[in-house]
T-cell receptor, first 109, second 114 residues
Framework: TQLLEQSPQFLSIQEGENLTVYCNSS?????LQWYRQEPGEGPVLLVT???GGEVKKLKRLTFQFGDARKDSSLHITAAQPGDTGLYLC?????????WGAGTKLIIKP | DSGVTQTPKHLITATGQRVTLRCSPR?????VYWYQQSLDQGLQFLIQ???????AKGNILERFSAQQFPDLHSELNLSSLELGDSALYFC?????????????FGPGTRLTVL
């Protein structure tokens, strides 16, 4: 069974701080996606990483896919209250996405 | 607005009952995915349909079933409901059968079983 473990499960920090959340597996994925979900809404795709070692930037968010394509990280610089939400990673396996349990992020003003 | 619609938004029912959740995908999307999300948990993949045919099955209970109709809308049927079935149920759509493609999520149906 393929599993994706996300850490930390919960993170509460002050506005302006930096943070990193992780998505780890013992399995190799051909690609990995990061989604953000706000309360009461469905997840929204932030990025897809495909190549081992790939780094993608989305404004203050930096996503990295591990060289072995087993893990990924999301780094947020100078976090803002608008970054608050549940961050989910999902790895592709055949026709399915294997989902992590998410990191609940709260940015306090 | 993702373009995916789900009805109803909220549903309250009793144990042992049966309910039907409905999803209309984005215009042109052939794939529909159903997910269950319990309180503060990640997404549990239930089932995927592509152009009317079942494509993949996840952790879907035998009490649950789904189908995709010729107009591509989908319904998720939940029967013999238990308290533990209370959750958010999301539908997502994509334009192909490949999970790699971006999935667009609907606003969800919050099911409460009393």
């Amino acid at each position: 069974t393929q599993l994706l473990e996300q850490s930390p499960q919960f993170l509460s920090i002050q506005e302006g701080e930096n943070l990193t959340v992780y998505c780890n597996s013992s399995s190799v994925f051909s690609s990995l996606q990061w989604y953000r979900q706000e309360p009461g809404e469905g997840p929204v795709l932030l990025v897809t990483v495909v190549t081992g070692g790939e780094v993608k930037k989305l404004k203050r968010l930096t996503f990295q896919f591990g060289d072995a394509r087993k893990d990924s990280s999301l780094h947020i610089t100078a976090a803002q209250p608008g970054d608050t939400g549940l961050y989910l990673c999902a790895g592709r396996s055949n026709y399915q996405l294997i989902w992590g349990a998410g990191t609940k992020l709260i940015i306090k003003p | 607005d993702s373009g995916v619609t789900q009805t109803p938004k909220h549903l309250i029912t009793a144990t042992g009952q049966r309910v039907t959740l409905r999803c209309s995908p984005r215009s042109g999307d052939l794939s529909v995915y159903w997910y269950q999300q319990s309180l503060d948990q990640g997404l549990q993949f239930l089932i995927q349909y592509y152009n009317g045919e079942e494509r993949a099955k996840g952790n879907i209970l035998e009490r649950f079933s789904a189908q995709q109709f010729p107009d591509l809308h989908s319904e998720l049927n939940l029967s013999s409901l238990e308290l533990g079935d209370s959750a958010l149920y999301f539908c997502a759509s994509s334009d192909s059968g490949r999970a790699l493609n971006e999935q667009f999520f609907g606003p969800g149906t919050r099911l409460t079983v009393l």
